[in-house]
């Protein structure tokens, strides 16, 4: 199957086809999910590869340094340091393991890092990542910008509320999953046992890179999980639980998770969330008298502090089953 495709120099910088590329990314995110970018000038592959290099020597740390930056002091997660991913879905057991940065959440003040610097660049961790979030950050407003125009919405809508200068709760995962020991092992246990197990982002949207197949979306209609292809010039950008509140339903937080493989994967991928005071809630262009307002208000820090909590909890945020739903896009809310 064909999957969606946008290219990214039609909405970058000025270009005549410009509305071409807008329709094709609103249809592409109505009607399925989630669409592949491409010449993301600010996010060259050679650049990427040097992020996969130093995922890889941070991943390749003693069990004993990825303690010393284990959550929740740091900023670590994974079976060698005892620390789990929250698992989405009830009952989960996920193989990632991950270094995540944000800087709202994982302030450079207070928090454990990993000292290895980078060999390629010589970088420590918090310059690769915040190098790397200004780089993002370039494709993000981009994107926030096109999602006003492909809509109608008045410019700033969204990218006004989206902070380039670190106020956004936004968060970068290096994520890794060792191999699987056989074909059939990973097979035997996808039952409840999943790379990642099923679930809804909880921010605007994501912009995902993966070097090895493993990532799935659910196609529309929900019958049916889709391979993603990987595809190493490209990211992929999905919609998250914020859009889908914004937007009124219009937009649909993508559900995607990521398999046990028998192969070693890394993915890098990052959230694009709103500033934490932001309050989200159906604008006036998605409601009408035969489409009343169906997401409670909310704001940013709320949303994200109400996820995580019951994920700790072990409440989960997706509801399992053929073929599942995301809990977390449609919480309902007291106050925002
Ligand atoms: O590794 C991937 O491709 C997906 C990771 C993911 O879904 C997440 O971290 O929320
Ligand atoms: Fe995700």
């Known amino acids: 199957m064909a999957h969606p495709h946008v290219d990214m120099s039609q909405i970058m910088a000025p270009h005549p086809k410009r509305a071409v590329a807008l329709a094709q990314m609103r249809e592409a995110l109505t009607e399925r999910g989630y669409f592949y970018a491409s010449n993301v000038d ?19 740390l003693p069990a004993q340094e990825k303690q010393r930056c284990a959550r929740p002091k740091g900023t670590y997660s994974g079976a060698d340091a005892s620390v789990n991913e929250l698992a989405y879905e009830v009952g989960s057991t996920a193989s990632v393991r991950a270094f995540d940065y944000s800087r709202v959440r994982f302030p450079t003040s207070g928090h454990v890092f990993p000292e290895a610097t980078c ?6 961790f918090v310059e690769l990542l915040d190098e790397l979030y200004e780089r993002q950050d370039q494709l993000a407003v981009s994107l926030m910008t096109a999602f006003e125009e492909m809509f109608a919405l008045a410019p700033g809508t969204f990218s006004n509320c989206f902070s380039g200068a670190g106020q956004d709760m936004g968060t970068i995962r290096l994520l890794h999953y060792p191999a699987a020991a056989s074909a059939e092992e990973a097979k035997r246990r996808q039952e409840a ?33 889709l391979d993603a292809p990987v595809k190493s010039q490209e990211f992929v950008v999905i ?11 219009t937009l649909k ?32 262009h998605f409601v009408s008298a035969s489409k009343p307002a169906m997401y409670t208000p909310v704001t940013m820090q709320k949303h994200m502090d109400t996820t995580l909590s019951r994920l ?23 106050e925002p």
């Open 42 to 60: 600010c996010l060259p592959q050679e650049y990427i590869q040097s992020v996969y290099a130093y995922a890889g020597q941070l991943h390749a």
């Open 239 to 249: 919609v998250g639980d914020v859009l889908e509140r914004f937007t009124n339903g």
């Open 253 to 284: 937080a993508t559900p995607h998770r990521v398999l046990q493989t028998p192969w070693e994967r890394y993915s890098i991928i990052r959230f694009n969330a709103m500033t934490p005071e932001t309050l989200i809630q159906p604008l006036p």
């Open 312 to 334: 700790e909890q072990g409440l989960g945020s997706w509801e399992k089953g053929a073929p599942g739903r995301s809990l977390s896009a449609s919480y309902v809310y007291d």
């Open 193 to 225: 046992s999943y790379g990642i197990s099923p679930h809804t982002d909880f921010e605007a949207f994501t912009l995902m890179h993966q070097n090895a197949a493993g990532l799935q979306f659910l196609a529309p209609g929900g019958e049916e999980w």
């Open 119 to 124: 060999s390629e660049t010589g970088q420590t």
